[in-house]
């Protein structure tokens, strides 16, 4: 049976109500920080295509490595064979991350990086002869992805996964640890659940989708001194913080702390394809080192590895190693911290903090999400407001004069949209 709808209308569009949305804007190119419509116009990207593109797009030496390598292979399946591209990006990845975090698993999105993270957990476990690890400690106000396994460990309240409780395993949930009382809060339920817990995991230091919400990195080293107090393994989720976002190139590292287990994807390619990564250090991994075959990670997506995505990734690797990433989110959280400063204190606005490359605006209640887009985009700016958040997380190579443009437009619109809700 055919449609006779427009073409167009085929698309199911993510977070969308598509019986109420406008039309999208359709985008026709792009380059550096600025995306171009299909009339001509260009818009200023602020999110840098959910925090991916932190080179700005179309970066010619990662185009040029996607471009030989789809010449060479664009795509070979992982099981039983291996590839150059892969075997030189895990190598650099183990060598780039603190610790013994050496063994890498790649898959193909960051929620089945974070699935994969969750099964290696409980499989840990159950390769030592220990049975009954089938939860999880997370933090309310976490996001870890859309997949099943990780709605779980979203906020179970707060979260835009509320409504599949009744679908999703049962985790326990505790407050990230920021005062004395939250401390001895989380200590009690690590050793109340201690022997139905698999693992516990975090957002190191910016809970990204859940609100933007930071914590300095004494919090994150307090949940890794207690993760180990009590014998779990920590997940530490860099989906969004890894690569520079929060002005280190891996978040963790400003705790100085090792997770057990971290995962990776988002900015990984420099925002050109799919690829994720969950990577464990040597004891994760030895617990499947095994002559039984049915220790092993029974998991393999069929994607796993794509030499076009890893030959992507290790290009973006070059760009860190060659051009000053970690210095260019310093001055973009330097300017985001004095540019946004005039809004705090206004009417409705609850908040404005930074962290690296990360600002954010929190109001006093949810806007009206609609017209804040609006008036972002009558200002040429991309910018996509969620829940009580307006935030900016721009490419690390945008010119000075389009981080202005963003600043400008979120300074000219906040103040209006708040006093409305104060």
Not at 131 to 147: C, E, I, M, P, Q
Not at 196 to 225: C, K, N, Y
Not at 381 to 388: L, N
């Amino acid at each position: 049976m055919t449609s006779d709808r427009p073409s167009k209308k085929n698309l199911w569009r993510p977070y969308t109500q598509m019986r109420l949305a406008p039309p999208p804007l359709e985008a026709v190119a792009t380059h550096g920080s600025r995306i171009v419509l299909a009339d001509g116009s260009e818009l200023v990207d602020g999110i840098a295509s959910w925090w991916t593109a932190v080179h700005g797009y179309n970066h010619p030496h990662i185009a040029q490595a996607v471009a030989d390598q789809l010449a060479r292979m664009p795509h070979v399946m992982f099981g039983g064979l291996t590839h150059a591209p892969a075997e030189r990006l895990a190598a650099r990845l183990a060598a780039l991350l603190p610790g013994d975090l050496d063994h890498v698993f790649f898959s193909d999105s960051g929620s089945v990086a974070v699935e994969v993270a969750l099964k290696m957990a409980a499989q840990m476990w159950l390769n030592r002869g220990v049975s009954g690890r089938t939860k999880v400690l997370a933090f309310r106000g976490g996001y870890h992805g859309d997949t099943m396994g990780a709605m779980s460990v979203c906020d179970p309240e707060e979260g835009m996964h509320r409504r599949f409780g009744a679908y999703l395993p049962s985790q326990v949930f505790c407050d990230l640890p920021r005062s004395l009382a939250e401390t001895e809060a989380l200590d009690a339920a690590l050793a109340a659940h201690r022997e139905t817990l698999a693992a516990v995991i975090v957002e190191p230091l910016v809970q990204g989708a859940g609100g933007m919400v930071m914590h300095p990195p004494e919090v994150l080293a307090t949940i890794a001194r207690l993760a180990r107090r009590h014998g779990l393994p920590l997940i530490a989720d860099e989906i969004f913080t890894g690569f520079g976002r929060t002005g280190s190139l891996f978040a963790c590292q400003q705790a100085g702390i090792v997770p057990d287990i971290l995962c990776l994807s988002k900015a990984l390619t420099g925002g050109t394809m799919a690829l994720a990564a969950t990577i464990a250090r040597t004891e994760v991994f030895d617990s499947f080192w095994s002559e039984d075959p049915a220790a092993a990670l029974m998991h393999g997506p069929t994607f796993m590895a794509n030499p076009l995505a890893c030959a992507a990734a290790n290009a973006s690797l070059d760009l860190f190693e060659t051009e000053p990433r970690l210095d260019e989110a310093r001055v973009i959280g330097d300017r985001l911290a004095d540019g946004l400063a005039e809004l705090k204190g206004l009417p409705g606005v609850a908040d404005v903090r930074t962290l690296g490359a990360i600002g954010a605006v929190q109001f006093a209640r949810a806007p009206n999400l609609a017209s804040l887009k609006a008036a972002f985009l009558d200002r040429g700016v991309w910018v996509r407001p969620f829940g009580d958040i307006v935030y900016l997380t721009p490419a690390l190579t945008i010119p000075m004069g389009d981080l202005d443009r963003l600043i400008e437009a979120v300074v000219a619109v906040v103040p209006g949209q708040a006093a409305a809700l104060a």
